[in-house]
Nanobody, 126 residues
Framework: QVHLVESGGGSVQAGGSLRLSCAASGRTFSSCAMGWFRQAPGKEREFVAAINWSGGSIYYADSVKGRFTISRDNPKNTVYLQMDSLKPEDTAVYYC???????????????????WGQGTQVTVSS
């Protein structure tokens, strides 16, 4: 079992920045691909970014490409999402997700992920 805890959400004005962190429990973090997803009110959950076990393969949604950066620190069992140039349409609950241990390839699809955090709210005002 992998337990994920997100932090770093909050309220910011358009054009501002936030850095989300996701701390994972367990000893298999470095073998797992990780992802960030988000869900806005009244909308379905959508893919934001994903990173493979080593950080050598990264995917972004077109809507965040060039503004968001995903990274990971395996010794710290943590994955990050640096969000710059935030827009009101980025407002959502952001979820960290982990693939099962030894599933090391990044994926854009939420059904590829076995474990999910509780979510952290990001609100961007205009």
């Amino acid at each position: 079992q992998v337990h994920l805890v997100e932090s770093g959400g909050g309220s910011v004005q358009a054009g501002g920045s936030l850095r989300l962190s996701c701390a994972a429990s367990g000893r298999t973090f470095s073998s797992c691909a990780m992802g960030w997803f988000r869900q806005a009110p009244g909308k379905e959950r959508e893919f934001v970014a994903a990173i493979n076990w080593s950080g050598g393969s990264i995917y972004y949604a077109d809507s965040v490409k060039g503004r968001f950066t995903i990274s990971r620190d395996n010794p710290k069992n943590t994955v990050y999402l640096q969000m710059d140039s935030l827009k009101p349409e980025d407002t959502a609950v952001y979820y960290c997700a982990s693939r099962a241990p030894y599933y090391s390839q990044a994926s854009r699809y939420d059904n590829a992920y076995a474990y999910w955090g509780q979510g952290t709210q990001v609100t961007v005002s205009s």
